[in-house]
């Protein structure tokens, strides 16, 4: 591997961490006034035109092929409506460092469907990650079923959003992609846009978008920028530089980074149950993901 490639990786890796694991406690912020529907459907969509805009301006054809749109739409359904919208609903009831550390278990239950999807061998790797996510869970769960102001639905929701997400992900590795992966994020968040926009339309109030606070503002132009597009974009790049073993194995700073942030920009307590779950979520994402890692050493 081209060590200055390596290097450039290592640095936007680093940086993509940062700014996925800062978003979560900023949406906490922009929730605080505008509701989940309005929030999505306004990142979304400037989200994946500017995804578009960005691969036009790489001279990609910014369009998908035809036979690609029939494993696109269920993709965009998993990866980006569910996900989205039960995350956020999640995220407004529960302290946003325990809601990331929920949420980005979703590379375990990726590596379980696999398993039934893609028919790939269940090891005792996984077996050892599965057990530990779990436990993680539990930790955060258990508290939630004692006292009811810690939002037991809130928990349920960003469950669901992890396995939507894990949907999605294997969902989109069985496909035969031929578009460029820039062009194909572009249209999912789009695509996964359309019935979030509809209900932001029905049940939403984007009307507060004209009324809101000038932090809720900067909040929302935070998770539209950020988020939204330089993540996404950021995230490609970095798939170019390193193996995705690496690659992986780096995402798993996210939620340590978005528990620190919670408890900087939002004073949200962090406990020993927080302290434990972390340990062992990130614990079993490492697991899991380090046995690609092992066998590109051991090719290269």
Same mark, same amino acid.
């Given at each position: 591997?081209?060590?200055?490639?390596?290097?450039?990786?290592?640095?936007?890796?680093?940086?993509?961490?940062?700014?996925? =694991? &800062? #978003?979560?406690? !900023?949406?906490?912020?922009?929730? #605080?006034?505008?509701?989940?529907?309005?929030?999505? +459907? %306004?990142?979304?969509?400037?989200?994946?035109?500017?995804? &578009?805009?960005?691969?036009?301006?790489?001279?990609?054809?910014?369009?998908?092929?035809?036979?690609?749109?029939?494993?696109?739409?269920?993709? $965009?359904?998993?990866?980006?409506?569910?996900?989205?919208?039960?995350?956020?609903?999640?995220?407004?009831? %529960?302290?946003?460092?325990?809601?990331?550390?929920?949420?980005?278990?979703?590379?375990?239950?990726? *590596?379980?469907?696999?398993?039934?999807?893609?028919?790939?061998?269940?090891?005792?790797?996984?077996?050892?990650?599965?057990?530990?996510?779990?436990?993680?869970?539990?930790?955060?769960?258990?508290?939630?079923?004692?006292? &009811?102001?810690?939002?037991?639905?809130?928990?349920?929701?960003?469950?669901?959003?992890?396995?939507?997400?894990?949907?999605?992900?294997?969902?989109?590795?069985?496909?035969?992609?031929? *578009?460029?992966?820039?062009?194909?994020?572009?249209?999912?968040?789009?695509?996964?846009?359309?019935?979030?926009?509809?209900?932001?339309?029905?049940?939403?109030?984007?009307?507060?978008?004209?009324?809101?606070?000038?932090?809720? $503002?900067?909040?929302?132009?935070?998770?539209?920028?950020?988020?939204?597009?330089?993540?996404?974009?950021?995230?490609?790049?970095?798939?170019?530089?390193?193996? %995705?073993?690496?690659?992986?194995?780096?995402?798993?700073?996210?939620? !340590?980074? =978005?528990?620190? +942030?919670?408890? @900087?920009?939002?004073?949200?307590?962090?406990?020993?149950?927080?302290?434990?779950?972390?340990? @062992?979520? $990130?614990?079993?994402?490492?697991?899991?993901?380090?046995?690609?890692?092992?066998?590109?050493? @051991?090719?290269?």
């Amino acid at each position: 591997m081209d060590g200055s490639n390596f290097m450039r990786g290592a640095r936007l890796l680093a940086l993509l961490a940062l700014m996925w =694991g &800062l #978003s979560w406690p !900023i949406t906490k912020i922009a929730l #605080s006034q505008i509701d989940p529907w309005t929030l999505r +459907a %306004v990142g979304l969509n400037l989200g994946g035109i500017g995804l &578009l805009i960005v691969a036009h301006l790489q001279s990609y054809r910014p369009f998908v092929e035809r036979d690609e749109v029939k494993y696109l739409l269920p993709v $965009a359904l998993f990866n980006v409506t569910l996900w989205s919208i039960s995350a956020a609903y999640g995220l407004s009831q %529960v302290a946003s460092g325990r809601a990331i550390l929920i949420a980005y278990t979703m590379p375990i239950w990726s *590596s379980v469907l696999s398993v039934v999807v893609l028919h790939e061998p269940f090891g005792l790797r996984r077996l050892l990650g599965l057990v530990l996510a779990v436990a993680g869970l539990a930790t955060l769960v258990t508290p939630a079923w004692k006292n &009811l102001e810690d939002a037991p639905v809130g928990v349920a929701l960003l469950v669901f959003a992890s396995l939507c997400w894990a949907i999605g992900t294997v969902a989109y590795k069985a496909a035969p992609w031929r *578009s460029p992966a820039i062009v194909l994020a572009g249209w999912q968040l789009i695509l996964g846009a359309v019935p979030i926009t509809i209900g932001m339309m029905a049940i939403g109030d984007p009307a507060v978008l004209a009324t809101m606070s000038l932090r809720t $503002a900067a909040a929302l132009a935070f998770v539209m920028i950020v988020p939204m597009f330089l993540c996404y974009y950021i995230w490609f790049k970095v798939v170019e530089l390193l193996p %995705v073993g690496i690659s992986s194995i780096g995402v798993t700073a996210v939620p !340590i980074i =978005g528990v620190l +942030a919670g408890a @900087l920009i939002l004073q949200e307590r962090v406990g020993p149950a927080e302290g434990i779950a972390l340990i @062992l979520i $990130a614990s079993a994402l490492w697991v899991v993901l380090a046995k690609p890692l092992h066998h590109k050493k @051991l090719s290269s």
